[in-house]
C-alpha cells in the first residue's frame, strides 16, 4: 500500500464545477504539500499545511490531522486549471513522500 | 528572483554513457533533493543533501551519483549502471521551515 493515496487519478470537469481531490496518508507527518504539475513538467508548490484550512484565490486545502486526510478544492473551474495536482508529505529525511497525482481536465 | 535552474531540459543519452544532469540555486536553501517520475507514478527519491559536503542515499539510488561541492550547484549523474534512466528528473530544495521550489525538471531519454 501507497503511503500517500490520492484519488481519483482522472477527473474531467465543466467550467464553472467545484472539485474535490482527496488524499489519504499512512504515516506521521509535520507537513502536507499540494502541488500543480503542467504539461511541460515544472512543479508549482500550492500549499503547505499542518492543520485547518487554507484558501489562495479559487483554491482551498484543508486537512484532519486525526483521519490523516486532506483535500483540495477548486471553485469555480476554469480549463486554465488543468493540470496533475500532487499530494505530498514530509518524510523524516525532510524529503517529500508523492502520491501519484490526479489529472484534472477542465471543458469549456 | 530567486529560484531553482536545471539543465538541460531534454537530454538524450547513448546506452553505456553517464550523462549529468545541472541543478543550481540561488535561494540560499541548504537541503537539495533528486527526485525522479516516470508515467503513472509518483516521484521518488534518488538522493539528498542537507549540508555542502554531505549527501545521502534515497530510495532509489543505484546507478546515480551526486556531488555538493557548493551550496548553490547539486548534480546527479546518471551513470550507465542505471539499467533504465528514461524518466523525468526534478530537482528541489526546501525544508520543514519554509515550502519547497522544484526546477522545470530535465526529460532523459536513451536511444
Known amino acids: 500500500k501507497n503511503e500517500v493515496e490520492q484519488s481519483p487519478q482522472n477527473l474531467t470537469a465543466q467550467e464553472g464545477e467545484f472539485i474535490t481531490i482527496n488524499c489519504s496518508y499512512s504515516?506521521?507527518?509535520?507537513?502536507l504539500h499540494w502541488l500543480q504539475q503542467h504539461p511541460g513538467g515544472g512543479i508549482v508548490s500550492l500549499f503547505m499545511?499542518?492543520?485547518g484550512k487554507k484558501k489562495h484565490g479559487r483554491l482551498i486545502a484543508t486537512i484532519n490531522i486525526q483521519e490523516k486526510h486532506s483535500s483540495l478544492h477548486i471553485t469555480a473551474s476554469h480549463p486554465r486549471d488543468s493540470a496533475v495536482y500532487i499530494c505530498?508529505?514530509?518524510?523524516?529525511?525532510?524529503?517529500?513522500?508523492f502520491g501519484k497525482g490526479t489529472k484534472l481536465s477542465v471543458k469549456p | 528572483d530567486g529560484g531553482i535552474t536545471q539543465s538541460p531540459k531534454y537530454l538524450f543519452r547513448k546506452e553505456g554513457q553517464n550523462v549529468t544532469l545541472s541543478c543550481e540555486q540561488n535561494?540560499?536553501?541548504?537541503?537539495m533533493y533528486w527526485y525522479r517520475q516516470d508515467p503513472g507514478q509518483g516521484l521518488r527519491l534518488i538522493y539528498y543533501?542537507?549540508?555542502?559536503?554531505?549527501?545521502q542515499k534515497g530510495d532509489i539510488a543505484e546507478g546515480y551519483s551526486v556531488s555538493r561541492e557548493k551550496k548553490e550547484s547539486f548534480p546527479l549523474t546518471v551513470t550507465s549502471a542505471q539499467k533504465n534512466p528514461t524518466a523525468f528528473y526534478l530537482c528541489?530544495?526546501?525544508?520543514?521551515?519554509?515550502?519547497?521550489?522544484f526546477g522545470s525538471g530535465t526529460r532523459l531519454t536513451v536511444v
Open positions: 505530498a508529505v514530509r518524510g523524516s529525511q525532510g524529503n517529500l513522500i
Open positions: 504515516v506521521g507527518i509535520s507537513a
Open positions: 499545511l499542518s492543520s
Open positions: 535561494l540560499n536553501h541548504d537541503a
Open positions: 543533501s542537507q549540508i555542502v559536503n554531505d549527501f
Open positions: 528541489a530544495t526546501g525544508g520543514h521551515n519554509y515550502g519547497y521550489t
